[in-house]
């Protein structure tokens, strides 16, 4: 686990081009977990992948970052900003798994091949969901999962009315 308790926890200060591959937790202290401050970086999630915080790029250059799903479950909310996210083999869940939420790409584009999910949660009456500001191409499988009602809620009665006898 790498964590910062006032800062991301990474945070790429120099130059374009980094890259970053991360199989472990992500822990910023200010809510984001990972930032490039400018040029063209690579972000590669593999399985056992948890952010804790947001994805930020070019803090201060132009230039759109990529992150890479390779095998990785991302679960929301989460933003990733100024990033493409290419989801190539992992699962993307924009809420979390189990609860409807909301995730974001801003300044960036959705792309989703053969072997990625989005996972969408959802209740009868609410879905999680994936805003993009830029261009969302999907393939690969849309997974939705219905959230059960918790106990003792407002779920309808099944039981059978019984008039009195006259």
């Given at each position: 686990m790498i964590s910062s308790a006032t800062g991301p926890a990474i945070n790429i200060t120099s130059g374009g081009g980094a890259t970053v591959t991360n199989?472990?937790?992500?822990?910023?202290?200010?809510?984001?977990?990972?930032?490039f401050c400018c040029g063209l970086g690579l972000l590669t999630l593999l399985?056992?992948?948890v952010l804790n915080g947001d994805v930020v790029g070019n803090v201060i250059?132009?230039?759109?970052?990529?992150?890479?799903l390779q095998g990785a479950t991302v679960t929301g909310p989460i933003k990733f900003i100024n990033f493409d996210v290419i989801n190539s083999s992992g699962t993307f869940a924009p809420g979390n798994l189990g609860l409807v939420g909301a995730s974001s790409?801003?300044?960036?584009?959705?792309?989703?091949?053969?072997a990625g999910t989005l996972a969408i949660d959802h209740t009868?009456?609410?879905?999680?969901?994936?805003?993009?500001?830029?261009?969302?191409t999907l393939a690969g499988t849309l997974l939705m999962r219905p959230i059960a009602p918790a106990r003792g809620?407002?779920?309808?009665s099944r039981r059978r009315r019984r008039w009195p006898r006259r």
């Open positions: 199989a472990g937790t992500l822990s910023g202290g200010n809510g984001i977990s990972v930032q399985p056992g992948s250059g132009p230039g759109t970052n990529t992150a890479v790409i801003t300044g960036g584009a959705y792309s989703q091949q053969a009868t009456t609410t879905a999680s969901k994936l805003t993009v500001s830029g261009t969302a809620s407002a779920a309808p």
